[in-house]
T-cell receptor
Framework: GAVVSQHPSRVICKSGTSVKIECRSL??????MFWYRQFPKQSLMLMAT?????????EQGVEKDKFLINHASLTLSTLTVTSAHPEDSSFYIC??????????????FGPGTRLTVL | TQLLEQSPQFLSIQEGENLTVYCNSS?????LQWYRQEPGEGPVLLVT?????EVKKLKRLTFQFGDARKDSSLHITAAQPGDTGLYLC???????????FGGGTRLMVKP
């Protein structure tokens, strides 16, 4: 399957700072990338859908000014957690979708980034 | 958005036992995927089922899609400690361009 990488894998920051997480599709072009958030012992919750060259679509309850998403190229999307607070501590997972019509695409997941805000 | 309910939420068994995990919805699935996620990693796709009544096998894992395409099950035979992880079912939205995940079943297999 296709490979999706995330960087960094772990980050610890102080409250009030901003943190950028990168998501890259290594061997395919991804017109659409997804950002998920996962709290301990819970499932993945979709935060936003990012399309290359356009603004991200955020799920209800997700603050777009807090979680800035940039999808500047077909292989890179970034999530910036601005003015991070301890409640933002979580496991952030990105996913990249291959092209194709309905039913012809697959979604591949990155290894996740664990953010800890002190 | 289609709601997916998984049961049980948590399962702790001894090595060698069999188990079944369920994924249900009140509406019809267009297709359903099962993922396995280990701690600190992203989910990995195990299987996609599309046709009602479909059964797929992956070594000791058997995936079944209900005839009405409203439910699915994952059966593991002779579980091993390496099967420990979070099992997630997921379905696509009507447009087919987004996945929604169930709540997950956390499996622990003790040696």
């Amino acid at each position: 399957g296709a490979v999706v990488s995330q960087h960094p894998s772990r980050v610890i920051c102080k409250s009030g700072t901003s943190v950028k997480i990168e998501c890259r599709s290594l061997d395919f072009q991804a017109t659409t990338m997804f950002w998920y958030r996962q709290f301990p012992k819970q499932s993945l919750m979709l935060m936003a859908t990012s399309n290359e060259g356009s603004k991200a679509t955020y799920e209800q309850g997700v603050e777009k000014d807090k979680f800035l998403i940039n999808h500047a190229s077909l292989t890179l999307s970034t999530l910036t957690v601005t003015s991070a607070h301890p409640e933002d501590s979580s496991f952030y997972i990105c996913s990249a979708r291959t092209g194709g019509g309905w039913g012809a695409y697959e979604q591949f997941f990155g290894p996740g980034t664990r953010l800890t805000v002190l | 958005t289609q709601l997916l309910e998984q049961s049980p939420q948590f399962l702790s068994i001894q090595e060698g036992e069999n188990l079944t995990v369920y994924c249900n919805s009140s509406s019809v699935f267009s297709s359903l995927q099962w993922y396995r996620q280990e701690p600190g990693e992203g989910p990995v796709l195990l299987v996609t089922v599309v046709t009602g009544g479909e059964v797929k096998k992956l070594k000791r894992l058997t995936f079944q899609f209900g005839d009405a395409r409203k439910d699915s099950s994952l059966h593991i035979t002779a579980a091993q400690p390496g099967d420990t992880g979070l099992y997630l079912c997921a379905s696509r939205n009507n447009a087919g361009n987004m996945l929604t995940f169930g709540g997950g079943t956390r499996l622990m297999v003790k040696p």
